[in-house]
């Protein structure tokens, strides 16, 4: 696929990962963030990681410059999306906010321009109705830590179109990715899945059933998963999940309730991974 122009709004623990992984895959590629501090941190934790995987090997010596070359960091939004093909946006769950930079981003970009969101749970239709070009409303739904996670779910919308949803599975290509394609429902296919093993493991932590160690060490070495499912919840970050969940218990009822013992743990500030602890202490 050709070179695009690809601005990624929200530096966070998503927008980072998508933000260079584009850039690796040759794309030009401008990451936005309102917070001049989280961008900042951003670019220093993307350039840890052109770094080390320069060093061990991972990209060849012209991917890593161009990469670093083709990175801009930037807190206007008009600067960093006006002449984009592409924006994943990338910033907290919360529909709210979603609607409100899909209608910004409306206005600033080129009409032609296709806009996607990496929500986990909610609606393209119902963010694509708010802006004058719901055909070129898409989710593309990325996996954490972005780098290494070889997924995108690609959510169609009710008016998506075909050829959004085809740009959408290019793009998805073009980054060493494979797409699936999902008719939209709250949650998709593994949100909606992976929600609800997350939370039964914190019910199973919260009723004393055992320690959070053995919930994970239980689950990978019994039914082979890669990473027990309180380790993963701590890597997407506590606050972000109770948001899925909150989300999912609004729209799909009684079985997504969230867990209080994540409430509890996002009300003392322990939101896993990025804040220092979680359900383990990171420090
Ligand atoms: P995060 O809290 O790490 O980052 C969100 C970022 O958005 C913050 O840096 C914040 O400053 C920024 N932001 C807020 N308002 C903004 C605005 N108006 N303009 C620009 N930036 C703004 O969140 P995250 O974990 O990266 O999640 C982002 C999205 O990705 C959410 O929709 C989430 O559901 C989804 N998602 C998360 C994961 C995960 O594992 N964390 C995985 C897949 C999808």
């Not at 919360?94 to 969101?117: G, R, V, Y």
């Not at 593994?190 to 009723?207: D, F, K, P, V, Y």
């Amino acid at each position: 696929m050709n070179t695009l122009q690809i601005t990624v709004v929200g530096a966070g623990v998503m927008g980072k990962g998508i933000a260079y992984s584009c850039a690796v895959s040759g794309h030009k590629v401008y990451l936005n963030d309102k917070n001049e501090e989280v961008l900042a941190k951003s670019k220093s934790d993307i350039e840890e990681l052109l770094n080390s995987s320069f060093e061990k090997g991972f990209l060849q010596k012209d991917v890593y410059e161009n990469a670093k070359e083709n990175l801009k960091f930037e807190t206007d939004l008009t600067v960093a999306a006006k002449d984009a093909d592409l924006v994943i946006e990338a910033v907290l769950e919360k529909m709210d906010l979603k609607i409100s930079i899909f209608q910004q981003l409306d206005k600033i970009c080129k009409p032609e321009a296709i806009l996607a969101t990496n929500t986990s749970t909610m609606s393209p239709t119902e963010i694509g109705a708010q802006t004058s070009r719901p055909d070129k409303v898409v989710a593309m739904h990325f996996f954490n830590p972005v780098h290494k996670m070889k997924l995108v779910e690609v959510i169609r919308g009710l008016e998506t179109s075909d050829e959004t949803v085809q740009v959408a599975k290019d793009v998805s290509t073009s980054l060493n990715k494979q797409a699936v394609e999902v008719n939209e429902f709250p949650g998709f296919v593994t949100s909606r899945m992976n929600c609800l093993i997350g939370n039964e493991a914190m019910n199973l932590l919260m009723e004393g059933v055992a320690s959070a160690e053995d919930i994970d060490k239980a689950m990978k070495l019994g039914l082979n998963h890669p990473m027990g499912p309180l380790e993963l919840a701590d890597l997407v970050g506590l606050d972000t999940r109770l948001r899925n969940m909150e989300y999912l218990y609004q729209t799909l009822g009684e079985k997504y309730r969230p867990c209080p013992l994540l409430i509890k743990y996002v009300k003392a500030g322990r939101l896993g991974k990025k804040s220092g602890s979680g359900f383990y202490d990171y420090n």
